[in-house]
């Protein structure tokens, strides 16, 4: 379902930018999403001041929104935001007639948008300098994949995700809650995200893979692989699939798979692979489901967050092999890219997507992150486009300087 922001989009966008300045300034950390067809912006906030890291045993975790990195820290654990607030609106109603919205209300937001615009804005030159490392031209990008390539031609690999980091400018007009609105009505079936820690930073994303979900007896997994551009009027159906994106699909659903037969677990549902549409990207997806309570499996949500995280889809196969060769050739700082974000237990359920189709804003620039999955038969020219087209999802929205 298509969410329309039309007749109500100012009180909303005032909302929005009111709320997100005076958290900022307040130096909280929130959470702001909307999860796929979802008719639903919900906020959570902590106030605490705090930056709380946890193990993910989510059964026990109190209603937060969890966030972890790409790279595991030696103790596993994760960043976690606890609610001390949570608000949650229905955007295809007004929204004067789900909130009391307070008198101070700053009615043409010109002052949250000069708070928000100096936060974002501002630059500061000795960490700008250390984002430059790590940014990836399209040689250095397509030396990785050779490499990728031939350790996968060695036998060492099957599988490999080399992602590169993008950064632009953004423009002196730069509007956030214009950007997060534009993000929620041009992806309908993406996780649409944005959030802040003052210690992690500013992240917005509009992800379209589900790690794990878990609501009632219910678990739920996706693999997610192959990317093509989205064609013509029907673009779903005239889709046809290379053998080499066929295979590098069924390796993500061979991995997870394997982690069920790990815990022993033998009932499943598995459904696909079909042709989903991602912006305007399709990839090939395989739905897996499972009831946690015929399968006596209560914690299927927690072993599985720790068996699947980093899935084939952003690593590689074999995992540790695939992560050693990133670990080794891609000099690039992942940071929360490709790790995995989500509300926990939240009105009982549980969604974590991994942290796809995002950006960090920082230092006055957006920096975009993107991979390509690589097996024996990619061309690195097509993968170095699959990474720019992949930027350009969150990219265009971001009212950039190119
Ligand atoms: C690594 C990314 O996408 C993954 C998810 C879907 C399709 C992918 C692919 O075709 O390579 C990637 O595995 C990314 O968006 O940066």
């Keep these: ?29 929130f959470a702001v999403w909307r999860k796929p067809k979802s008719p639903f912006l919900q906020i959570l906030v902590d106030k605490s001041g705090q930056t709380k890291r946890i193990s993910p045993q989510l059964e026990e975790l109190t209603t937060g929104f969890i966030i972890h990195p790409f790279v595991d820290q030696h103790d596993k654990k994760a960043y976690y935001l606890e609610a001390d607030e949570y608000i949650k609106l229905d955007l295809s109603l007004p929204i004067e007639t789900q909130l009391s919205i307070s008198k101070t209300m700053d009615q043409d937001g010109k002052k949250a948008k000069s708070i928000l615009n100096q936060f974002f804005l501002k630059k500061s030159s000795t960490k700008e ?125 061979r991995y997870i798979v394997d982690c069920f037969k790990k815990i022993r677990l033998r009932e499943y549902e598995e459904i696909g692979p079909k042709t989903v549409l991602a912006g305007n990207l399709l990839h090939l997806r395989s739905d897996f489901k499972v009831n946690m309570a015929t399968t006596n499996f209560p914690q299927l949500g927690t072993v599985m967050l720790e068996l699947l995280h980093p899935t084939s889809a952003v690593c590689g196969m074999p995992r540790q092999a695939a992560f050693d060769f990133l670990s080794q050739h891609e000099n690039l700082d ?69």
């Design 129 to 253: 300098a250390l984002n430059k490392n790590f940014e990836c031209s399209k040689i250095e990008f397509i030396k990785l994949v050779d490499k990728g390539i031939q350790a996968i031609k060695d036998g060492h690999l099957n599988k490999i995700v080399p992602a590169k980091m993008k950064k632009v400018a953004l423009q002196e007009s730069f509007d956030l809650v214009q950007s997060f609105k534009s993000l929620l009505n041009s992806y309908p079936n993406a996780f649409i995200n944005f959030f802040h820690l003052p210690e992690l930073g500013t992240w917005i994303g509009a992800s379209p893979e589900v790690l794990i979900q878990t609501k009632g007896n219910e678990f739920y997994t996706m693999s997610l692989a192959g990317t093509q551009k989205a064609l013509g009027d029907n673009p779903l159906k005239n889709a046809a699939w290379t053998q080499k994106e066929i295979e590098e699909q069924a390796l993500v659903s």
């Design 334 to 402: 992942r940071s929360l890219f490709a790790g995995f974000i989500g509300p926990v237990n939240v009105e009982g359920e549980t969604s974590i997507y991994v942290n796809l189709r995002t950006a960090q804003i920082k230092n006055g620039a957006a920096l975009l992150y993107a991979g390509a999955g690589v097996t024996e038969d990619s061309d690195p020219e097509k993968e170095w486009e699959e990474t720019e087209m992949k930027c350009e999802i969150i990219g265009k929205h971001l009212n950039l300087n190119n």
């Design 1 to 29: 379902m298509q969410v329309a922001l039309d007749q109500d989009t100012i009180s909303l966008e005032r909302y929005l930018e009111q709320l997100f300045a005076e958290l900022i300034e307040d130096g909280h950390q």
